[in-house]
């Protein structure tokens, strides 16, 4: 079982518990350090001490399970109004929303591109731009994050 995949287990109780819900968890190497990276969910939003009370509840847990042998930096954090889009469940709830996906290879000059999300199947995204359906593969598409216009 992946590193992520028993993190998740082990934090979704907690998570719960908190009054919020589990949108990710991601296990990364940034500039020579690991980050294990809790996201949280919330109606209305989530705010520190939503981080901060899972954070306490869950370090423990962490501690004595020890699903990481190495050293790493542990963060709760919002999964933020712009957030990755990663499982079928996470386009079905924002279908019909605005979000911006980003390419590995450009297309047309363009990596990135902003529209309306109407299909997401296996993999595959297809958004609305400018009145016409545009689908991305699964192996074209880098990242799939909402769009929020400030």
């Keep these: ?10 934090a979704e109780p907690v998570v719960q518990g908190a009054g ?5 968890v991601e296990y990364v190497r940034e500039g020579g350090e690991r980050f294990l990276r809790v996201y949280l ?7 520190i001490s939503d981080c901060e009370a899972v954070s306490r509840a869950l370090d423990p847990i962490l501690d004595e399970a020890d699903p990481i042998p190495d050293r790493y930096n542990f963060e709760v954090c919002s999964a ?3 957030r990755a889009l990663k499982r079928e469940s ?4 924002f279908m019909g929303s605005a979000v911006t996906v980003k390419l590995y290879k450009p ?16 993999g595959d995204v297809t958004l609305e731009l400018r009145g016409q359906a545009r689908t ?3 192996a074209e598409v880098a990242q799939t994050r909402l769009h929020v216009d400030f």
């Design 90 to 93: 996470d386009f079905r709830q």
């Design 80 to 82: 933020g109004l712009e």
């Design 107 to 122: 297309q047309n000059g363009a990596k990135e591109f902003t529209g309306t999300l109407t299909g997401y199947e296996n």
């Design 1 to 10: 079982m992946k590193i992520t995949e028993q993190v998740w287990q082990l």
């Design 136 to 138: 991305f593969t699964k």
């Design 41 to 47: 969910d919330k109606p209305g939003g989530v705010n």
């Design 20 to 24: 919020c819900s589990l949108w990710d």
